[in-house]
């Protein structure tokens, strides 16, 4: 399903389960040494499907460690992004010198808990909403821009710092309302099986 949304050169790995056979590093495994289950799952699926997607790149395994504000770290050379939810695993790489950064998004397909839509969208952005009924899509698209822009930036982006246009076509887009080494992003989005996936993709050649 992911592989829908990216452009030639980004390599991608999605389960729709955890049943994989994948022994952690130790560096991997003191991350997670005190999570639930459910945690581990996420964490080790999503690890899998790195490795996964790296070894298309030719690029040896290795140990993917959580960094600052919790953003894989990816081998030298690398862009990437994880994503997770409940029977969903996904991840994305790249190599640097194509794309400077790269976000993926997967949620259930289905309304946002109560309050939620207010405290991560901007009016202009809720008007739009009843063209597709879907808030939770808007929230994806933004985590997808967050996951893009914090490699970039290595700073924070609130949800209301980026004003995002969603379309009937499959893509959105969206623009960003602080300085930064991007104006703004170009994304695209899925609804199948019960989810809903958004990628955002930044050419090499894309920052300004």
Known sequence: MIGDLLPS????????????AEALYPSEEQV?????????REFTTGRWCARQALHQ?????????PGERGAPGWPQGIAGSITHCEGYRAAVVAHLDAYASVGVDAEPNEPLPPGVLDA???PE??????AFAWDRLLFSAKESIYKAWFPLARRWLDFTE????????GTFSAKLLVDGPVSGFE??????????????????????
């Open 57 to 65: 790149l030719g690029v040896p395994p290795a140990p993917i460690l």
């Open 120 to 122: 991560i969208s901007l």
């Open 162 to 169: 980026a004003r995002v246009e969603l379309r009937e076509d």
């Open 32 to 40: 997670i040494a005190k999570a639930v289950p459910k945690r581990r």
């Open 187 to 208: 994304g695209r989005w899925l609804a199948d099986t019960g989810l809903l996936l958004t990628a955002v993709t930044v050419p090499a050649n894309g920052l300004r």
């Open 9 to 20: 050169g980004v390599a991608w790995s999605e389960r729709f389960d955890d049943e994989v």
């Open 125 to 130: 952005e809720r008007a739009q909403l009843s």
